[in-house]
């Protein structure tokens, strides 16, 4: 196989994992969008967190938010818990690393918030740590895994939203993670702002 073949299969194996995961995915998203504008308009915040590539997911569902997706509008309230780098730290350092995340949800959540939780094995133990406080807060979790869910999906409650991408590869996880997470800002956007 030479270099633009294996581009190639790149590029067709995320065509292949996004279609498996529209199908399944696709209401689980408008009801997460559902569920993210109420919390909007309840006057609460989005509280999100992840690991390596979906840290860096986090923060940009955050960015998206606070800023904007596509179109103008006031910001809407989301923090990362992966990006302040002095509470990681201290808190992985007095603490353990599993508390990373669910030390800020005890200290920032309250019970109209959301944990936007995201783990591609759905066993990131941090992360999980995270959907305990959150649930101890009396807040909702929406939960992106893959694979089959992992502990995560154990772990959830019935009130709780699962976005589960069923392929094994990371890379396409965290490749239809970043399109469930770009459609559900549209779907904010578009019941805060209408079609244009």
Avoid: W
């Avoid at 995915?25 to 390596?52: D, T, W, Y």
């Avoid at 103008?72 to 995340?101: C, K, Q």
């Avoid at 992106?144 to 991408?165: F, H, Q, W």
């Amino acid at each position: 196989m030479d270099l633009i073949e294996r581009v190639n299969a790149h590029f067709l194996d995320s065509i292949a994992a996004k279609q498996e995961a529209m199908a399944s995915l696709a209401p689980v998203v408008a009801a997460a969008a559902e569920r993210m504008v109420q919390c909007f308009m309840g006057e609460g915040k989005i509280l999100s967190c992840g690991n390596g590539g979906s840290a860096a997911d986090a923060q940009h569902f955050a960015a998206e938010m606070v800023g904007r997706f596509e179109k103008e509008r006031m910001g809407l309230p989301a923090i990362s818990l992966a990006t302040d780098t002095s509470a990681l730290t201290a808190i992985g350092n007095d603490y353990d690393f599993d508390m990373v995340f669910s030390k800020q949800v005890r200290a920032l959540g309250h019970a109209n918030d959301i944990l936007l939780a995201i783990s591609t094995s759905g066993n990131s133990a941090n992360v999980i740590e995270a959907i305990g406080a959150a649930h101890e807060r009396g807040m909702c979790v929406i939960a992106l895994t893959g694979r089959d869910g992992g502990k995560i999906a154990e772990v959830l409650s019935p009130d709780d939203l699962l976005l589960n991408v069923p392929v094994m590869r990371t890379c396409r996880i965290q490749e239809v993670h970043i399109l469930l997470i770009h459609a559900v800002c549209d779907a904010v956007d578009y019941m805060l702002l209408g079609a244009e």
